[in-house]
């Protein structure tokens, strides 16, 4: 079966983003992509946008993207799945190639979060999970992550500082990473005395939101070898899995059965396993979502997380080098474009495009891991270069 | 009457609207579909076994076992003035699974991992409005059950 | 029109506490709720001796009769009777606020004295009870109160600016309690009488129970077992519907 390629990326700037609408940075975005892959615009035959549609004041976001990227009336939609909608953007518009409606695709995750005032953010944050039967005892996102924390600490001796490793290595890339919200290097110290948010998870565990926006552009396998020029990076394993909305339907709470499941269907198809992947982007909007995902996706066993980080086993040189832009925490969290800036710098590492400070050596597999929610969605997708 | 279900209650509509009154009753109820006999907590009008549609409220013993919890100290709109507070995930001892607040009967420090609870019915006794959930409590922590006077029947 | 003396609420061994149970509409509220088989303490100030009459009358009845010596004005001797009738009677289902004096003078010549005395025990009085009830019926998740007011609480009196204050705040009070109890199952009323022919209304001038006779649709005043049947009403499950409620029990003498 034919592949899907990427021929052109693009990747605003993460932070606050008073400057700018929401179309405005998807432009940008967009903009870069066409200038990378040295694009004509008429090439898009059709794009999709990966949003999370209660953060913003404009509604049906992708006609006004669509409008303000002059591309009517070629066609858009939206796709939504909390924190991977980016993720899921990519994936329908590689099932629009892949079922030959679409040539060339133009993908674009993009949220605008600081548009809201403080009182909605926290009226949002309480209705992260199951409205019926937890919301209501006042679950916050952080807190359901604190409580994987304490399991997998309780059944696995995961420590506190093994947590704060995984902001250390982040912001150490963060560092290094131009379009991140926060460039600058933490201390193992620091991070622990950080103020509480949901214990065990203190202020340091956590990703901060931010706006940005991000674009890869698809093309079929002839097209992409056109385009591409030689610098096209091939999609080739996506997976796509669900778990409960809600944690009390969970078989076990130290993981992500839907980030397993979804890793499985991408090695499969890329015809890959674990120990091949020379690099990741995980999900790790709080530390301990980074180490469940080093055991979901096998770059370790169950239970070794910790030690895995503690290792430096996923810093460049380790056994897998993962969130080496800064991933969700330094880099920062538009929830949207998250899926899709981890294809952009996936695709950035595999033309070995990343910059001497944070480029891995010989990558020529790489695999993004996004997750929804608390793991109600996950998409993994595995890149290769030629 | 499902509105007085929760601090907060974003979800006042529901097959399975009866919970709220049984548990305002004192009764905490889990459901079972009368087609295959599947047990759910929470309860839910449509079987995930068999797919049928007809249930029957089922009281649960409310003994469990902690699975997890966490201290929420950034709190959510609507519980700005009660953080810090701990929420813990239990196992119920007839299968299902609930998460709640802790009551009195357990300190703060004096939460751990496995220990086993008592899931007792709560009314919000400083609310104007009816306001009913549950709190995880000490095992053999007692409370007191009312008749049907006491709400709306299933 | 006769009495069905037999008729039956299905309070057979609940268990009442009734303020000022020794003489008038309280000793009333007594004798019908021993009637309706419910064993009763009461409250009385003064001798030893006050209670025995209106005692004897619910031992007649078969039932248990519990007298405590306690001044409505007195916060700890209010808890210390509602403990006392957990202890000896096994419980309460029921309160009957009833325990009130008068001081009556126009108001130009009320004494701050007069107005103190009688808001301490008719208003603060039946605060006191009320609150030492609540406590207990809210956890039991089950209890009535019922509050002796009267008609005029809501229309004044010539010469009762204490009692009528007291009494207007009577009603207050239990509106307030119906709305922060009735989600324990806890049903909170009032019962406001027109004039009863007690030995506080016998104390008045002739003109006064007259006009009284004459207001009154139904041309009489209030047997005191007029307002028990309707308080033992608001006691029992018949009345599970009906809170925050003032009912006036007055022949009709203020529509």
Redo the contacts between chains.
């Keep these: 079966m034919s592949r899907v390629g990427i021929v052109g990326i693009g990747h605003t700037v993460f932070g606050r983003r008073s400057d700018a609408t929401v179309q405005e940075l998807a432009f940008e975005a967009y903009r870069a992509a066409l200038k990378d892959g040295d694009l004509d615009p008429d090439v898009i035959e059709a794009t999709v946008i990966g949003s999370v549609p209660e953060y913003h004041k404009q509604r049906s976001l992708a006609g006004v993207i669509q409008e303000y990227l002059n591309l009517n009336p070629k066609p858009t939609w939206l796709t939504e799945v909390a924190c991977a909608s980016g993720s899921a953007a990519i994936r329908t518009a590689w099932l629009s190639i892949k079922a030959g409606v679409h040539d060339v695709v133009a993908v674009i995750g993009c949220q605008k979060m600081t548009e809201l005032e403080t009182a909605e953010i926290l009226a949002l944050m309480g209705r992260v999970g199951d409205v019926q039967w937890e919301s209501g005892f006042g679950t916050t996102f952080p807190g359901y992550y604190a409580m994987f924390a304490r399991r997998h600490m309780h059944e696995f001796g995961t420590t506190n500082e093994h947590l704060a490793q995984v902001a250390v290595k982040n912001h150490h890339y963060g560092a290094r990473n131009t379009k991140a919200l926060f460039q600058k290097e933490i201390t193992t110290a620091k991070a622990l005395a950080s103020d509480p948010v949901a214990a065990p998870l203190t202020v340091y565990d956590c990703c901060a939101n931010a706006d940005g926006a991000a674009c890869v552009i698809l093309a079929g396998e002839r097209a992409a070898r056109k385009l591409g020029a030689g610098r096209e990076v091939w999609l080739d394993g996506n997976g796509c899995a669900t778990a409960s909305m809600s944690v009390l339907r969970r078989p076990e709470l130290t993981g992500l059965p839907s980030a397993r499941e979804a890793a499985a269907q991408a090695y499969k198809m890329a015809g890959i396993s674990a120990g091949d992947v020379k690099v990741a982007e995980v999900h790790d909007c709080f530390t301990i979502a980074e180490i469940m995902a080093y055991e979901d996706l096998g770059f370790c066993g169950k239970g070794e997380g910790g030690a895995f980080v503690a290792e430096k086993q996923s810093y460049i040189g380790g056994a897998t080098p993962v969130n080496v832009d800064g991933g969700l925490k330094a880099k920062g969290h538009p929830v949207g474009a998250t899926g899709v800036s981890m294809a952009c710098e996936m695709v950035r590492q595999l033309r070995g495009e990343a910059g001497e400070a944070r480029q891995v050596p010989d990558a020529d597999v790489g695999l993004t891991h996004n997750v929804g929610g608390i793991g109600q969605y996950c998409f993994v997708n595995v890149f290769k270069k030629d | 009457m499902f509105e007085w279900f929760g601090k907060v209650n974003f979800c006042p509509h529901t097959k399975v609207d009866g919970f709220a009154a049984h548990l305002r009753a004192g009764r905490l109820m889990g459901s079972t579909c009368t087609a295959c006999g599947h047990l759910s907590f929470p309860p839910r009008a449509d079987c995930p076994a068999c797919l049928q549609g007809e249930f029957a409220f089922t009281e649960m013993s409310g003994r469990g076992t902690l699975m997890t919890f966490t201290t929420i100290d950034a709190a959510p709109a609507g519980f700005e003035k009660e953080a810090p507070f701990n929420l813990g995930v239990v196992d119920l001892e007839e299968g299902g699974r609930l998460l709640a607040g802790f009551g009195d009967t357990i300190a703060p420090d004096g939460i751990t991992i496995d220990m086993p609870v008592q899931v007792v019915p709560r009314l919000c006794e400083e609310s104007p409005d009816i306001k009913v959930h549950y709190t995880l409590e000490k095992p053999g922590t007692t409370w007191v059950k009312t008749g049907p006077e006491s709400g709306e029947s299933t | 029109m006769a009495r069905n003396a037999d008729l039956q609420l299905g309070l057979n061994d609940r268990v009442a506490l009734v303020t000022g149970g020794s003489r008038g509409i309280g000793a009333a509220v007594c004798r019908e709720l021993a009637r309706q088989g419910c064993d009763v303490a009461l409250t009385y100030v003064g001798e030893p001796g006050e209670a025995d009459e209106t005692v004897g009358a619910i031992e007649k009845l078969g039932r248990r009769a519990l007298p405590l010596e306690a001044d409505a004005a007195d916060s700890a001797a209010t808890e210390d009777a509602v403990t006392r009738t957990v202890a000896e009677l096994g419980g309460l289902d029921m309160l009957v606020c009833n325990a009130g004096i008068t001081r009556d003078a126009v108001v130009w010549n009320m004494s701050d004295k007069a107005w103190d005395d009688v808001l301490a025990v008719n208003l603060t009085g039946y605060f006191t009870f009320n609150r030492a009830a609540a406590r207990l019926f ?5 209890g009535r109160i019922v509050n002796i007011s009267s008609i005029n609480g809501e229309r004044g009196k010539f010469g009762q600016a204490n009692y009528t204050a007291a009494k207007g705040g009577v009603n207050a009070l239990t509106r307030t309690l119906a ?1 922060e109890l ?4 806890v049903t909170v009323n009032a019962v406001a009488p027109g004039m009863v022919a007690t030995e506080m209304a016998a104390g008045l001038a002739p003109e006064f129970r007259n006009a009284a006779v004459r207001e009154s649709m139904l041309g009489r005043l209030a047997d005191p077992a007029d307002i028990a049947h309707v308080v033992a009403f608001l006691c029992s ?1 018949f009345s ?1 519907h009906v809170t925050g409620q003032v009912i006036r029990v007055d022949g009709g003498q203020y529509i």
């Design positions: 809210k956890d039991q998740r089950r709305r009735g989600k324990f199952d499950d599970r």
